[in-house]
């Protein structure tokens, strides 16, 4: 019997020609030939800082310990690109502790777009969260302070979600797992600033190993534009008065960028703005007034639409919403869970100030006074310390979460061994606690080594310290012991 001959699917090169004689008739000659010649060079990765722990002067260091070429990126002030690198941006120390995160430059757009400073009485929610890149971004521009609610519906990607916040040192956060679709009936009129990074079919241009172009059926992408739809009305409707929405996909197909926005137009359409991008970005991109079938409603040229030729990007697109007036929300029951059972207790005052006292005495840093700064308070599950955000507590204290706030670290008979997040967080604040490593100490140490040596102090003969080298770089933390300092980086730190 003759075996049936199978058609191989398209490669990832044959998805993205077909994909540009789709966006030929939407582009001038000139332009069409302008992302030709583009998507022919290479995309360079790029890197976005984390300024709750590094500052301007850190990217200076990097590059010339690194051999990296850095380039700006013009809409994101702490994004840049690296053009050439004797070393790749994942493997760094400072990458693996969350001094950085490396990102697409287009990625970096949207959170860009808000009107967003610290303000402690801030809500966001991230509605499709993972894997957490935006997230983190969210929270270096408020601050962290306020509350960034990082949600998304898969219950498999909130680990990865969750990792990255902690390493990014977040500790005004709560990661939810739900469908997003529900935030607007839960949640009506509740948020300042709502971010919806849309799951989309991805066709950006720009085919990579780690997110190759694949065909996406007309079917598949009639069902991703409609729920795009859901999650951008749930959203809208989740969102303050005289607050700011961004949506977002990292694909080029109309039907799931401005077909959307039209949408939500002809749902609520004096009930918001899409405002103008003109002084966010440093040259026009602007939406489409049709995709060449239909016309959009004129407001939707205002979003951002990135072909690659336009920032040396992949292909993006995102606007910026404000809302002008409540609208009607679905009305659905609220998921409810009596915060006792989780197991986590308040501490009283006095246990507080008594913890923050040993952090003082031990690092010579006043996390009593950033604690208040950041509206945080200690809760306590068993032996381990908790900093939760009061936010958190104060708006949605009865709802299931899978992490909410920051590990601060164990308690035992030696006293709080502080957590790795936490340390890695303030530790380059630390005026005591501190061991500084040699050149082939730190060689070792990286490589996950117990280091041999006298580290002890007599107040200290065993305690938590910040392990740097010599160059002022962080290694993460060790444990010291007479003679010994043990070597407590994560594993996953460890290359």
Known sequence: MKRKKTTPPPSAADVTRLALEDHRRLLSEEEFNLLLQELEKPLYPAIRTNPLKAGPEAVRAWAGAYGWDLKPVPYCPTGWWINDTAAAPGQPMEHRLGFYYVQDAASMLPVELFDLEPDPNQLILDMAASPGGKTTHL??????????????????????????????????????????????????ETFDRVLLDAPCSMQNLRSTDAHPMRPISARERTALARRQARLLASAFTALKTGGQLVYATCTLAPEEDEAVLDHLLQQYGDAFQILSLAKKLPAPAPGLAGDGSRSFHPDVVRAARLY????????????????????????????????????????????????????????????????????????????????????????????????????????????????????????????????????????????????????????????????????????????VFTGRLKNLLPRRVIY
């Open 308 to 479: 690659p030729h336009r920032f040396g990007t992949s292909g993006f697109f995102c606007a910026l919403l404000s809302k002008t007036r409540p609208v009607e929300s679905p009305e659905y029951s609220l998921p409810l869970r009596d915060l006792a059972k989780t197991g986590l207790e308040r501490l009283y005052p006095r246990e507080s100030a008594a913890i923050c006292a040993q952090l003082e005495q031990a690092y010579g840093f006043d996390y009593l006074k950033q604690m208040a700064f950041q509206n945080l308070a200690l809760w306590s599950r068993g032996d381990q310390i908790y900093v939760l955000p009061e936010a958190w507590i104060q708006h949605f204290g009865e709802i299931p979460f899978q992490a909410v706030g920051q590990l601060l670290g164990d308690s035992g008979p030696d006293g709080l061994a502080v957590s790795h997040e936490w340390l890695t967080r303030f530790a380059p604040r630390f005026q005591d606690g501190r061991v500084v490593l040699d050149a082939a100490q730190s060689a070792a140490w990286m490589r996950g080594e117990d280091i041999q040596g006298s580290f002890s102090s007599p107040d200290h003969p065993a305690h938590i310290a910040a392990v740097f080298d010599q160059q002022a770089r962080l290694l993460g933390r060790g444990r």
């Open 139 to 188: 929270v270096s521009r408020s601050g962290d302070q306020g509350l960034v609610v990082a949600n998304d519906s898969s219950l498999d990607r909130v680990t990865a979600l969750r990792l990255v916040l902690q390493t990014w040192g977040a500790a005004n956060t709560a990661v939810t797992n739900f469908p997003g679709e529900k935030f607007g009936g839960w949640f009506p």
